[in-house]
């Protein structure tokens, strides 16, 4: 019965998770059907591979994890038909010109589909999910080293990108990083 | 710049939070001799604070069926297969059976006990509505629990989702402890689930209540909440037959 309980536990615990599983892929993706039906795939697997769980203080990685090999199942089933990476952002999602902010959140979000799908996963786990990088490297199933160097390279382009995507004009995203500390 | 220039992976760690105090004040101390490191990872800490608020929910699509309109099939029936599988590997694990058992017992209608993997085949019917039959001919206290814990996450789940799921849950023979009155073991539990979840229906059987009422002697009373259907066997035949997904508990 503790067992049970434990797992019931657990299968709240994912539920719970779906947040923040969207969020991040919807980072990775930058596709809302897309996005929702690799949390609900990673759901589904999570909640019937619960009992193979070895560490319950693990579960989000693990969940984490799920939905990245989930992921990566479908860049492969797609590699021949789409490049994930020259998918353009959706219109709907690009709230472009109608505030500061909303413009912001549309450059960031191109910036973020330029980077390659290896540097923007690592980003969003660690700036969305806040998870530590033992935590990434277990996710993604890489050394704790490459994580730290895809991450160094990430944010390097990422900078570089929003710097350039207003060439000749002061991009707001660098005026709010410049003007932020000064 | 100077030798001592900490690398951009350990700047990145250092905004990151990854050190330790000590390895933190270390680097600490490099960044604040260098104003232009310092505003190396002031950029840094910019740059993470405007990804976490180009992704914060509010700026997300609520729903990516709604984004793109077309419904998949897949998708709807993820969560409620997760909830039955769940529900099943319950009712085998946790209320004493197991295949075998499941195997062996005599059909109430036409299909077998549903099992574990009954969840996937359910997951992969297309056009299959969201409907449990969740027959209970024998249960004790502590598994009716299980049982109402499990009816609960799989209405959680679907509700998550955004499914309209239906159960409906038959008492009859010896199992009609659950839902008399003057036995239930969780009445108010009962209670409560039915007024949260309006797709939940708890029936019980006309012909048990008559049997126990002449065996007894006396009016049994069946719990408020609860429904009598005058047989437990025809429903569950009944509602199979209308394409309801079948789970022997």
Redesign the interface.
């Given at each position: 019965m503790a067992t049970w309980l434990a797992q019931r536990r657990l299968r709240q615990q994912v539920c719970d998770m779906r947040p923040q599983l969207y969020r991040t892929a919807y980072a990775w993706c930058h596709d809302a059907a897309l996005a929702d039906d690799l949390v609900q795939e990673a759901m589904m697997k999570a909640l019937t591979r619960l009992k193979t769980l070895q560490d319950e203080a693990a579960l989000k990685a693990w969940v984490f994890r799920i939905m990245t090999n989930c992921y990566r199942d479908w860049g492969r089933r797609q590699k021949d038909t789409v490049d994930v990476d020259s998918l353009e952002l959706p219109c709907d999602d690009c709230p472009e010109s109608q505030t500061e902010r909303n413009r912001i959140v549309a450059e960031v979000r191109r910036a973020m589909m330029q980077l390659s799908e290896d540097h923007r996963q690592v980003v969003s786990l660690v700036d969305l999910e806040g998870f530590a990088y033992s935590e990434v490297s277990e996710v993604l199933d890489v050394p704790i080293g490459t994580v730290m160097s895809r991450l160094s390279r990430a944010r390097a382009h990422l900078r570089k990108l929003l710097l350039e995507q207003r060439p000749g004009k002061p991009s707001p995203v660098l005026t709010l990083v410049t003007t932020a500390h000064e | 710049m100077s030798d001592l220039r900490p690398?951009?992976?350990i700047?990145?760690?250092f905004v990151?939070g990854?050190f330790s105090p000590e390895d933190r004040l270390v680097t600490l101390k490099s960044i604040a001799g260098d104003e232009g490191l310092s505003?190396e990872v002031?950029?840094?800490v910019?740059?993470?604070e405007?990804?976490?608020?180009?992704?914060r929910?509010e700026?997300?699509?609520e729903?990516?069926?709604e984004?793109?309109g077309a419904p998949?099939s897949?998708?709807p029936w993820?969560?409620v297969?997760?909830g039955v599988?769940?529900l099943a590997l319950?009712a085998m694990?946790?209320l004493g059976l197991d295949r075998d058992r499941i195997a062996g017992d005599p059909p109430i209608a036409a299909g077998d006990a549903v099992t574990?993997d009954a969840?996937h085949d359910l997951?992969a019917a297309p056009g299959h509505d969201q409907r449990v039959l969740l027959h209970v001919t024998e249960i004790d206290s502590?598994s009716a629990k299980?049982l109402l814990?499990d009816v609960e996450?799989m209405f959680?789940?679907a509700l998550?989702?955004g499914q309209d799921l239906q159960v409906q849950m038959v008492v009859h023979g010896i199992a009609m402890d659950l839902v008399r009155a003057d036995l239930a073991p969780f009445p108010e539990r009962m209670r409560t689930l039915v007024s949260t979840y309006p797709g939940l229906r708890i029936t019980a059987c006309g012909q048990s209540l008559a049997r126990h009422a002449r065996e007894e002697g006396r009016v049994i009373e069946l719990l408020p909440w609860v429904q009598e259907v005058e047989s437990g066997v025809h429903e569950a035949a009944r509602r199979q037959a209308e394409g309801w997904t079948y789970i022997r508990v």
């Open positions: - | 690398s951009d992976e700047l990145n760690a990151d990854q505003r002031c950029d840094m910019q740059l993470k405007l990804v976490a608020m180009a992704y929910p700026f997300l699509p729903t990516g069926r984004h793109h998949d897949r998708g993820w969560a297969a997760a599988a769940v319950g694990v946790f574990a969840g997951a502590a299980v814990d996450f959680e789940t998550l989702n």
